[in-house]
């Protein structure tokens, strides 16, 4: 069974940074954060595929940068803004846009 654990959350001030991660039980082609704000809906952040191609929301583009090796990803968060406050995702999966395996998520606040 595949297994995901993300670390990395928590309370940051706006301009301030923080680093996600997330460990797979084994590699996947394709990986990506999303996240979801209340009352909103799941968003991608970013992914990642194994060559190391990436996408990014135009919310973050700039801010945030994605790497990975074969079975970690992690997710730079710089200049945080408070509208990046959500709970993050990570999730992974043989091609990009069909996310197989999701983690439990890990909550992100930020403070203006």
């Known amino acids: 069974q595949v297994q995901l654990v993300e670390s990395g959350g928590g309370l940051a001030q706006a301009g301030g940074s923080l680093r996600l991660s997330c460990a797979a039980s084994q590699s996947f082609f394709a990986m990506c954060w999303y996240r979801q704000a209340p009352g909103k809906q799941r968003e991608l952040v970013a992914a990642?595929?194994?060559?190391?191609s990436t996408k990014y929301s135009d919310y973050v583009k700039g801010r945030f940068t994605i790497s990975r090796d074969s079975v970690t990803m992690s997710l730079q968060m710089n200049n945080l803004k408070p509208e990046d406050t959500a709970v993050y995702y990570c999730?992974?999966?043989?091609?990009?846009?069909?996310?197989?395996?999701w983690g439990q998520g890990t909550q992100v606040t930020v403070s203006s």
């Open positions: 990642i595929t194994r060559s190391g």
């Open positions: 999730a992974v999966g043989f091609l990009v846009g069909n996310w197989r395996y």
